[in-house]
């Protein structure tokens, strides 16, 4: 990763659909069917450790507010992989 800054882009359920870099481009792409497993069109350059983020209602609302990436918006990196 060499310093460079990477970003999650999710949909509204809070899946990350994409990692993108400091210019905007997406260097990961996922698909995923209703029930989470990945589809096709998933492509990874960059690992990281987060996918769907589904799951029943009832443990949706269990969640810290905002969804499961909460605050992980930004730069990855050891604060992000711990």
Excluded at 50 to 63: D, I, K, L, Q, S
Aim: net charge negative; no cysteine; charged share 15%.
């Amino acid at each position: 990763m060499g310093g460079e800054n990477h970003y999650y882009l999710t949909d509204a359920l809070g899946s990350v659909v994409a990692l993108a870099d400091e210019a905007g481009t997406k260097v990961n792409t996922y698909a995923y069917s209703p029930r989470g497993v990945q589809r096709a069109g998933t492509s990874e350059q960059i690992p990281q450790p987060y996918r769907f983020a589904g799951g029943t209602p009832a443990e949706r609302e269990n969640r810290a507010p905002g969804g499961a990436l909460a605050g992980l918006v930004g730069p990855l990196g050891s604060a992000v992989f711990g």
